[in-house]
């Protein structure tokens, strides 16, 4: 197995601590109009899917969701197989 980038869950773990912090909730969907950025981003980003990401769509997410890119892009390390 190599090493990868993952944004798998981040998204939804993410908004979560935004509502419980803010008492609002805000969807995906509201998430990419309040950064503007697609809506399909928001969604491949969450679902691991996005094999690329634009630095300023990223910026603006980080900017909404009051966070930094190491929220969102999580470095996997390649795990070792014992012999």
Request: hydrophobic share 40%; with cysteine; aromatic share 2%.
């Amino acid at each position: 197995m190599s090493s990868k980038i993952s944004t798998s869950g981040r998204i939804t773990i993410l908004l979560g601590k935004q509502q419980a912090e803010t008492g609002a909730r805000i969807s995906p969907r509201k998430l990419a109009e309040k950064a503007g950025v697609p809506k399909d981003l928001v969604y491949r980003l969450d679902s691991g899917t996005a094999r690329h990401v634009d630095l300023d769509a990223l910026s603006r997410l980080c900017a909404a969701l009051n966070c930094q890119p190491q929220d969102i892009l999580v470095w996997e390390a390649e795990r070792v197989q014992p012999v």
